[in-house]
């Protein structure tokens, strides 16, 4: 396994940890994250650049998922 992949599937796998209970929580995430990870056709050098774009694009996606998530919550309570 590339060391890039490796990266992006553990800062994903990471990240899942605060991934809402109530859309399936960690467990659902893992495993779709696992399953998608191992059906990516990888055959050359050119697709491997496309999937890790595509990942780091995901990873700034949960991100900001989760900065939203914490905005709503702090300003339920403030407010």
């Known amino acids: 396994m590339n060391s890039?992949?490796?990266?992006?599937?553990?800062?994903?796998?990471?990240?899942?940890?605060?991934?809402?209970?109530?859309?399936?929580?960690?467990?659902?995430?893992?495993k779709v994250l696992k399953k998608n990870f191992q059906s990516t056709p990888i055959s050359n050098p050119q697709e491997l650049?496309?999937?890790?774009?595509?990942?780091?694009?995901?990873e700034k996606e949960l991100e900001a998922l989760y900065f939203l998530s914490r905005y709503r919550d702090m300003k339920r309570k403030y407010y």
């Open 49 to 58: 650049k496309e999937a890790l774009n595509k990942g780091k694009f995901v």
């Open 4 to 30: 890039h992949v490796r990266q992006l599937y553990k800062t994903l796998l990471y990240m899942g940890k605060e991934y809402p209970e109530k859309s399936g929580g960690y467990a659902k995430f893992r």
